[in-house]
């Protein structure tokens, strides 16, 4: 009896060894779509041109569009299954028609998601607010710009998402205009 306790326990403890590294080896990442990698590229070069629209003069005609196309990049993104989409509470609201569902961290990717789509907003606000009056403060748009590019980067690593060919756009080294009083 004693030897067939001494043997369960054996192969119980055999049995645990050989599964635990199962268990606790990270899965692996979730195979992105194709269509991934060329939508990022795509995002890079609007990111580029809204850059060089608004620094170091804004032109606020060039930028406008662009702001409806970083908003239809990142639906985009979402309809590949490359970015999660928030969930939708309001009833009878359509959802967005999907080629894929998006499998990588939500935890992680979705408030980065939120926050884009915010920074996008944020900047769209900042220039059709100045468009009728003006051009805009330079200094908001730096800011907003900043936020913007930052928030891109932390997209792509949380979200597992490819880096774009030649990087994302940087901002120029400028020094903030001085307002006299």
């Known amino acids: 009896m004693k030897k067939t306790i001494t043997a369960l326990s054996l192969?119980?403890?055999?049995?645990?060894?050989?599964?635990?590294?199962a268990a606790s080896a990270t899965p692996a990442a979730p195979e992105l779509p194709?269509?991934?990698?060329?939508l990022v590229t795509d995002l890079a070069g609007k990111l580029t041109k809204v850059v060089s629209s608004l620094l170091p003069v804004p032109n606020v005609g060039a930028v406008t569009p662009l702001i409806g196309d970083l908003l239809g990049l990142v639906s985009a993104l979402q309809g590949?299954?490359?970015l999660p989409?928030?969930?939708?509470?309001?009833?009878?609201?359509?959802?967005?028609?999907?080629?894929a569902e998006y499998s990588g961290p939500v935890d992680q990717c979705l408030p980065v998601v939120l926050n884009l789509v915010s920074s996008i907003a944020g900047l769209g606000?900042?220039?059709?607010?100045?468009?009728?009056?003006?051009?805009?403060?330079?200094?908001?748009i730096t800011g907003i710009l900043t936020t913007l590019l930052k928030t891109v980067t932390d997209?792509?690593?949380?979200?597992?998402?490819?880096?774009?060919p030649g990087g994302l756009p940087t901002l120029p080294g400028l020094p903030l205009p001085v307002e006299n009083s």
């Open 11 to 21: 192969v119980a403890a055999l049995f645990t060894a050989s599964s635990v590294p």
């Open 125 to 140: 606000g900042a220039i059709l607010g100045a468009a009728g009056g003006g051009l805009p403060d330079v200094g908001k």
């Open 80 to 82: 590949a299954g490359c």
């Open 155 to 164: 997209l792509l690593q949380k979200c597992g998402l490819p880096a774009p």
């Open 34 to 38: 194709a269509a991934c990698a060329g």
């Open 85 to 99: 989409t928030p969930p939708v509470s309001a009833p009878g609201v359509p959802l967005p028609v999907k080629a």
